[in-house]
């Protein structure tokens, strides 16, 4: 089993994660960790415990992270995910508590053990990158656990919050560029699961409609029923969901190495990730000197991770 944590702002999409996450058998999920996001923290924390329970897996610790970005004010995505951030479903809150840990705390506890066991862990965030910026930055031994970090975040082409940004970057710009620093210094492998594929991952209202048969099912359906309201077609694409399936089935996803920085000034792009396509002489004799080289994903197999994705949440 591959051991893997999610950092999450749930989110209807990252909940169409968590309920891959915490049900497939080849994932070995050790820890959620929460983060401000698509709304507040009070609502990612118990969105993502509701979710968890629906999947089934209440033993799963899940921590409470960053309420805020770094250093720009909070600015949600209630209009995408509802005011509640999980649709405004009629469905049953968790009860469960959280972990008596801050979720960096949390973080840094489990990679530690996953350095002493040598069963390295697949961080995967699909939220603003804060948690892992602040993990990074003050345990930079933590790295000694991650065999890797694959996030939703960013793109190479247009972006959703803004025409020029992707809104985890967009959101918190600074620990975005934190993160991938870090990870270049500390030689974490990074993958970055931007929007160039997260809409390519597509359930149609029909495959949706004919899961039923247990609480993780049923609200997997309701989750694309509203993604697929939000976007107006008849289906809804699993968004971050797609960032566990390119950790379960890599090959799937098709990735190129650049080199890629965040913008943290600029009148109209700040937060937008900028993706080094040039050869690579040019690239070699940039007078700003080498960023962060990281995978970006190009192109995926939307139909693949879509029928992983609902044979798993079934
Ligand atoms: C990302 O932002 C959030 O609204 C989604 O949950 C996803 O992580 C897409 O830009
Ligand atoms: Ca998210």
């Given at each position: 089993m591959k051991p893997v944590i999610l950092d999450v702002d749930t989110g209807l999409d990252d909940a169409c994660a968590l309920l891959l996450a915490a049900r497939h058998?080849?994932?070995?999920?050790k820890a959620v960790t929460c983060v401000g996001g698509n709304v507040g923290i009070d609502d990612v924390v118990r969105n993502t415990l509701t979710v968890l329970d629906a999947a089934g897996r209440p033993d799963v610790p899940v921590a409470r992270g960053a309420a805020v970005p770094l250093i720009q004010p909070v600015r949600s995505a209630r209009h995408v995910h509802g005011e509640d951030g999980?649709?405004?479903?009629d469905w049953p809150r968790s009860t469960r508590s959280t972990d008596p840990r801050h979720a960096v705390e949390l973080l840094r506890d489990v990679l530690r053990d996953a350095a002493a066991t040598g069963e390295l862990i697949t961080l995967i965030p699909l939220a603003p990158l804060t948690n892992i910026a602040l993990l990074l930055r003050t345990y930079?031994?933590?790295?000694?656990?991650?065999?890797e970090i694959v996030f939703m975040g960013g793109a190479a082409g247009i972006g959703n919050a803004t025409a020029a940004a992707e809104f985890n970057i967009w959101t918190d710009p600074e620990a975005a560029a934190i993160a991938l620093t870090a990870a270049k210094d500390l030689g974490i492998p990074v993958t970055m699961y931007g929007l160039d594929v997260f809409y390519d991952v597509v359930v149609t209202l029909d495959q949706a409609r004919a899961?039923?048969?247990?609480p993780s099912a049923e609200l997997a359906c309701k989750l694309i029923e509203k993604r697929s309201e939000r976007y107006q077609s008849d289906g809804g694409s699993i968004g971050d969901g797609g960032a566990v399936c390119a950790v379960i089935d890599p090959s799937g996803l098709t990735t190129l190495e650049y080199p890629v920085r965040i913008e943290l000034s600029g009148s109209w792009s700040r937060?937008?990730?900028?993706?080094?396509?040039?050869g690579a002489s040019d690239v070699a004799n940039d007078p700003q000197g080498p960023a962060a080289t990281i995978r970006v994903a190009t192109a995926v197999d939307g139909k693949r991770y879509a029928e992983l994705w609902l044979a798993t949440v079934s």
């Open positions: 058998p080849e994932l070995d999920l999980l649709g405004d479903l930079p031994e933590a790295a000694r656990g991650l065999r899961l039923s048969g247990s937060g937008r990730t900028i993706v080094d396509t040039r």
